[in-house]
Every structure is written in structure tokens, then in C-alpha cells.
């Protein structure tokens, strides 16, 4: 706790997690996975991503939110990370975006997929096209009365044509560092360990839908029980589950370029090594890679408002989401990005501050 008196100056995401939790826990807790996630040491990180992704947690509200559950009292305000139920939809997330889709197609407007932007056109000032390839190699032209861009932010500067790029926003947006993703299912008849908690589950299953890995002798990062999410997820609940392995690594990497049948042995042979499985217990095993999966913050992330500058000289160019922004924002971030453009195009602006403004907020310096 002496930390807390006598606050670092907050340079890093080092100085930033000892200010909240204090030198050992951070060691314990923090170190060994924003390595792992990030491929840097948390000293070399800014602060910026502990402020988005921690927010208000800190060990006073940790302390708190034990006090109140311990004299089962309601706190007045939980902070995200202690929040111990939500609601899911019962197929997953993706559900909320087909139903979306629906009323937007029942409304008359038409959704292309599988279609990549490779040109956003600009003439005036303004976007006037895109240019699409679909995947059996088509060029269409679409034209534009406002675009809003999700596309990483570094690929977006990279397909304007129409419109002189300044050399140094041109090197900015094409040096933004991304860390990418790796993820294995693995289908297993049990886990070794039982639930422990006073949440009820199903065959004292562990009710936890994400757990973090801290531990440095292996390259897992975190790990997740999709059965948890949702039991519809699922097809044989009752005698299996389906567990997420996940890694964070850089496109081209040793581990990005394992094939999948050894990245799977590696992973299972980790999980065997943590205690979390019994190899025999595994039955089927899968491999997902998402390229860019996390914006990160260093590099030229730190002279991101050039691009923005620049960007915004775009009238109808809205930068949206996640990569879109080159910030780390999660889906409820995303959704309101977009929205905050809607209501500037409904408000005849042109000013994308609102846009940029989500997920900015740095309560955690007031709430010193
Ligand atoms: C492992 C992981 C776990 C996460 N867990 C959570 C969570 O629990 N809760 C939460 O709220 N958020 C979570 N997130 C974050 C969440 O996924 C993002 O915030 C959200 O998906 C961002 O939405 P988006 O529309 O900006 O980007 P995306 O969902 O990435 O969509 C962008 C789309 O643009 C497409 N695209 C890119 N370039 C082009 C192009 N040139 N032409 C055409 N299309 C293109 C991509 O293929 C993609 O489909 C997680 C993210 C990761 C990686």
C-alpha cells in the first residue's frame, strides 16, 4: 500500500499496475502476462492500455468488493473486471450481428461479405468509392456517400488513392504494431480440477469462463471454458467440454509459422504440464489464427494523431472500432464508435472528435 502514497509517475504499464497494486502483486499477476501478451516487457508498454483495459481496478476496490461481499451487500458501482455474472447470448455474440443483419436487410439496405476493400477512392476531400475484390477475383467499384472505416488503421491509409498522403503519415500508419493470435479448442471428457467456489455448476465443474495464466514456463496466455459461456455452445455438454487455449504472437514468428498439428501437441503438452488435463482425456483438437488481433501501443502508436489528423480532412470518413481507431477497444467501445458517427451525420457535423473521444476517459487519475 505504500505504493499507493506515494504514486510513480506514470510512464509505462509498469508504473502503472504498481500503482494500483503494489510491487509483488504486479510481479505476481501482471508482469509475466502483459509479456506474454504483448511480446514486451510492461516497462517498455505505455500506460495507456492498462488504463482501457484495467480501468478503475485497483487493490482499494478489490479490498472493497471482498468487504461487501462478505456482509452480502450490493456495492453501489462493480467495477467491470469484478463483475462475477452477465448476460450472453445463448450462441454467442455473433448472434447479436446476424440479428442486426436481419433488420438491416428487412429495412431494405444489402449486406455484401467476403468482399475485401483493396482502394478507398477520395476526390475533394470526400471518399467517392471503394474498390471491392471478391474472393473469385472481382473488381466492383461501390460508391460512397459516407464510409465507415473498421479496417486496421495501417491498411486503410495504405488503399487511398485519389489524395496525396503526407510522406510521414504514410510511414506512421505503415509501422502501427499489431500482436497477433493464436487459439486452440480442445474437446475434453473433464478437467482434473473440481469447482471449489459457492457458485453451483454442473457436476462441480470450475465455473469460470476466462482464466489467466501467469505462470513463465509456458506460452499459454489464458485459457477459457466455453461450456460456461454458454451450454449451448456445446453439443454433448453433459460429458464433455470445450476449453479455448490462447496465444499471443507476431505474424511470421516461430509460433505463428508451426504447423497446426504440432502448435496443437505443444498445446495440449502445456496443458498436461499446468495440471489442467489429462492427455487421454483429450478427444478432438482444432487451430484458429487471427492476424492483428490486438492494436499495440508502442512504435508509432505514440504519433497516431498525425494519421487522425489527416484522416479526419476526410468529410465522410468515419474511423470506427477497434483496429479502425488503432485502440483498445472491446465490442461495447466498437458499437459506440459507430454510433457516435451516426449522430454526427444525423447532426450535419463533420467534427469526428465524439468518434475518436470513446474509451478515452482517464478516471483512474481523478480517482487519485
Ligand atoms: C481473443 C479476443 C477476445 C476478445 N474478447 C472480448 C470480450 O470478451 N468482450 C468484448 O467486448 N470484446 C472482446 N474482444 C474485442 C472484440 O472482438 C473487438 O472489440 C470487436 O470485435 C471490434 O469490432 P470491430 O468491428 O472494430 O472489428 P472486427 O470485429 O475485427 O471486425 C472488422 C472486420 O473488418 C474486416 N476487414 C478488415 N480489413 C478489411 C478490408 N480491407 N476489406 C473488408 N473487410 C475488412 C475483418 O475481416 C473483420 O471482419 C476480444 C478480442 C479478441 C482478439
Not at 478432438?284 to 494519421?307: F, M, N
Request: charged share 25%.
Amino acid at each position: 500500500m505504500a505504493a499507493a502514497l506515494r504514486p510513480r509517475e506514470e510512464k509505462s504499464l509498469e508504473d502503472f499496475y504498481i500503482n494500483r497494486f503494489g510491487r509483488p502483486l504486479y510481479s505476481m499477476f501482471f508482469e509475466d502476462y502483459t509479456q506474454k501478451v504483448w511480446g514486451l516487457h510492461p516497462s517498455r508498454l505505455g500506460a495507456d492500455w492498462g488504463a482501457q483495459r484495467v480501468k478503475g481496478l485497483s487493490v482499494t476496490e478489490i479490498l472493497k468488493d471482498m468487504l461487501m461481499k462478505g456482509l452480502r451487500r450490493k456495492p453501489r458501482h462493480v467495477e467491470t473486471s469484478l463483475i462475477e455474472s452477465f448476460i450472453y447470448p445463448k450462441l454467442g455474440p455473433g448472434q447479436l450481428w446476424e440479428t442486426v443483419a436481419g433488420r438491416m436487410e428487412q429495412a431494405g439496405g444489402e449486406l455484401r461479405m467476403n468482399e475485401r476493400v483493396t482502394a478507398v477512392h477520395v476526390a475533394e476531400n470526400q471518399v467517392d468509392y471503394v474498390e471491392t475484390v471478391s474472393p473469385d477475383g472481382t473488381l466492383t467499384r461501390r460508391p460512397c456517400d459516407y464510409l465507415f472505416s473498421s479496417m486496421p488503421l495501417k491498411d486503410l491509409v495504405a488503399s487511398l488513392t485519389g489524395i496525396e498522403v503526407p510522406q510521414e503519415v504514410r510511414q506512421v500508419a505503415a509501422a502501427l504494431p499489431y500482436r497477433d493470435f493464436i487459439t486452440v479448442g480442445l474437446l475434453v471428457k473433464e478437467l482434473k480440477f473440481k469447482n471449489k467456489t459457492h457458485v453451483p455448476t454442473y457436476d462441480w465443474r470450475i465455473p469460470d469462463t476466462l482464466i489467466y495464466i501467469q505462470e513463465r514456463d509456458v506460452k499459454i496466455g489464458r485459457l477459457q471454458v466455453f461450456n460456461n459461456w454458454s451450454p449451448y455452445l456445446v453439443k454433448d455438454y453433459e460429458n464433455t467440454m470445450w476449453i479455448g487455449l490462447e496465444y499471443f504472437c507476431n505474424e511470421g514468428d516461430d509460433m505463428w509459422n508451426m504447423s497446426e498439428q504440432d502448435f496443437i501437441g505443444m498445446a495440449i503438452a502445456e496443458l498436461v504440464k499446468i495440471g489442467f488435463v489429462n492427455r487421454d482425456d483429450v478427444l478432438d483438437a482444432t487451430q484458429v489464427k487471427v492476424k492483428k488481433a490486438y492494436p499495440a501501443y508502442h512504435g508509432t502508436y505514440y504519433e497516431l494523431d498525425l494519421v487522425r489528423a489527416f484522416l479526419d480532412g476526410i468529410s465522410n470518413l468515419y474511423c470506427i472500432g477497434r483496429n479502425g481507431q488503432h485502440r483498445y477497444n472491446n465490442m461495447d467501445h466498437s458499437m459506440l464508435t459507430a454510433m457516435k458517427a451516426v449522430d454526427a451525420i444525423v447532426a450535419g457535423t463533420t467534427d469526428k472528435a465524439a468518434v475518436w473521444s470513446v474509451n478515452t476517459e482517464e478516471e483512474y487519475h481523478e480517482s487519485k
